[in-house]
Every structure is written in structure tokens, then in C-alpha cells.
């Protein structure tokens, strides 16, 4: 064995995603920051294209997110504002101090396809997930369908080839660490060979 079964194991079940509005106003700190995007970087990357780019916004430059989001959620849904959901997308920004803007570049000869490309990016942002939970902060990766609007790629510096993939939100949990539960195995795994017979995948459990 290389490595604690029983840590790693406990930290991938433990991982959680926390509405930013259920953050404490204990700020996150740029190092801790660093090391979590660290994390993400060393997520696999097919071709090595290292396709994530990230673009940071701490402290006081949450402010920009503050002024932007009910902007760009406004210019998305047009005639369609909900007055609750822009406000909302206001008040988040009360408690959370860190939002990680997730970009995809893709590589400049295009040998891999886009589609590896985000995955890849998926990753990493699955382990910047991991390494949070391991400080013990709370993160969610938000996917708002504003996030494809030119003016939102053009905040995060990203190119016109680029992609945003999406709002990663980091900060402390004002309360308990919630718990979560997954489908057992067998709903979502055939096994072939000497083990087979089991249910075909159409079949989904209830939620
Ligand atoms: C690709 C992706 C996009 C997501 N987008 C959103 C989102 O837009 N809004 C949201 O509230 N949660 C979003 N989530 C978080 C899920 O709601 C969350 O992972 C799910 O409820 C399971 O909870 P857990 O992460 O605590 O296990 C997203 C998760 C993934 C993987």
C-alpha cells in the first residue's frame, strides 16, 4: 500500500459542496489558495495540455464578482429576472471572500479534443475539491448558464477559443459539516465475465 486506504477514502466520502451563503466571514487565505490550485494543476491532462486556467478573485476583488454576476444573470435570462435569484446572487458575497474562476484553454494545435480537453479540467477541479476538504473548507463548483456569455470569458481573461467552466466558491462553514449519500454499487455498475448477470443501466434507483 503507498498510501492511508482509510484517509483517502474518508476524504473523498467527506467532500462536500457548501452554498458560499452558508460560509463564515473567516476569510481564506492566498497560500492556502495556492496550494489548492496546486492540487487542481496536477490533475490527469491528456497530451499534457494542461488546459485549466484560473483566474482568482480574493478579498476585495470579490467586489467585482459582486457588481458583474447580477449583470451577467440579468443580460442571460432577458425579460425572464427573478428579482429573489439577482439579489441573491448579491448577498453571497457577504460571507465569501474567494471565488475561483474555472477556464479551459485548449491546446494551441489542437491534437486533443475539446471534450478531453474539459474533462481534464474536471479533474482538477475535482482535487482543488479534495484539498479544500482536507483544510477544512467548504467549495462548489457552480455552473450558472450565464457563464457562456462572451462578457463573463472576457472577465476571466480567457481567449476566444477558451471556455469558462464554471465559478468555484472556497470559505470556512459557518456550521456543521453536512453528510451525503451515494446509490450502492449495484445500481450503477455491471460487472462482465464470471461475476455477470447483473441489471442493465437503464434501470435507475429512486431518489
Ligand atoms: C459539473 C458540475 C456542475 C455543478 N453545478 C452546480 C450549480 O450550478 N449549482 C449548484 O448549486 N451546484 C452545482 N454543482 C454541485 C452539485 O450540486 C453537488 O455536487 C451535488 O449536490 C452533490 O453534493 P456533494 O458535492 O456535496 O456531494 C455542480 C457539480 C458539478 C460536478
Not at 462578457?151 to 481573461?157: H, I, N, S, T
Not at 480567457?158 to 462553514?173: D, S
Not at 456543521?176 to 434507483?205: C, M, Y
Amino acid at each position: 500500500m503507498r498510501h492511508n486506504l482509510s484517509d483517502v477514502s474518508t476524504l473523498i466520502r467527506d467532500r462536500r459542496s457548501f452554498a458560499p451563503e452558508a460560509f463564515s466571514s473567516r476569510r481564506v487565505h492566498r497560500d492556502v489558495v495556492e496550494e489548492i490550485l496546486r492540487a487542481g494543476t496536477w490533475a490527469p491532462t491528456h497530451g499534457m495540455t494542461q488546459p485549466w486556467r484560473f483566474t482568482v478573485f480574493l478579498g476585495e476583488a470579490v467586489d467585482e464578482l459582486k457588481e458583474a454576476l447580477p449583470e451577467w444573470y440579468t443580460t442571460f435570462v432577458g425579460d425572464e429576472v427573478n428579482e429573489a435569484k439577482r439579489e441573491k446572487l448579491k448577498r453571497r458575497f457577504e460571507t465569501c471572500n474567494c471565488v475561483i474562476g474555472i477556464g479551459m484553454v485548449p491546446d494551441a494545435n489542437q491534437r486533443i479534443s475539446r471534450e478531453d480537453e474539459e474533462w481534464a479540467v474536471a479533474s482538477a477541479v475535482q482535487n482543488m475539491h479534495l484539498m479544500c476538504t482536507a483544510y477544512g473548507l467548504g467549495a462548489k463548483w457552480t455552473t450558472p448558464g450565464f457563464m457562456g456569455l462572451p462578457e463573463v470569458r472576457q472577465a476571466f481573461g480567457l481567449p476566444e477559443e477558451g471556455k469558462v467552466m464554471g465559478l468555484f466558491y472556497v470559505g470556512y462553514p459557518a456550521g456543521n459539516w453536512p453528510h451525503s449519500h451515494r446509490w450502492p454499487l449495484e445500481f450503477v455498475t455491471r460487472w462482465k465475465g464470471d461475476q455477470g448477470g447483473s441489471r442493465a443501466h437503464e434501470i435507475r434507483p429512486s431518489v
